[in-house]
């Protein structure tokens, strides 16, 4: 069974940083492509970063030039660091690992930006 385990979230105040990490059970991680979602209570998931199989990534634009994906094939696992927090980042953050026609998510690691 394929898991997603996702670390790093925890509180920080505004302008600190975080770094989330995935690590994937995936037998050939390399083929997959990986991405990083947020969800606040009673909103829809939003996709903040996303990086392919072949390195090239893609970033929403409330994150753009603050966060960076990144991804490790060797250790089979995907990076987000997160630099000048601010409160709206506030959300729970999902692992997702995909390709045409397949799907798997992480558990979600909690991040709370206050002071």
């Known amino acids: 069974q394929v898991q997603l385990v996702e670390s790093g979230g925890g509180l920080v105040q505004p302008g600190g940083s975080l770094r989330l990490s995935c690590e994937a059970s995936?037998?050939?991680?390399?083929?997959?492509?990986m991405g990083w979602y947020r969800q606040a209570p009673g909103k829809q998931r939003e996709m903040v970063a996303q990086?392919?199989?072949?390195?090239?990534?893609n970033y929403a634009e409330s994150v753009k030039g603050r966060f960076t994906i990144s991804r490790d094939n060797e250790k089979k696992a995907v990076y987000l660091q997160m630099n000048s927090l601010k409160p709206e980042d506030t959300d729970v953050y999902y692992c997702?690992?995909?390709?045409?026609?397949?799907?798997?998510w992480g558990q979600g690691t909690q991040v709370t930006v206050s002071s």
């Open positions: 997702r690992a995909f390709r045409p026609g397949f799907q798997y």
């Open positions: 995936l037998s050939v991680f390399g083929i997959w492509d």
């Open positions: 990086i392919r199989d072949i390195g090239t990534t």
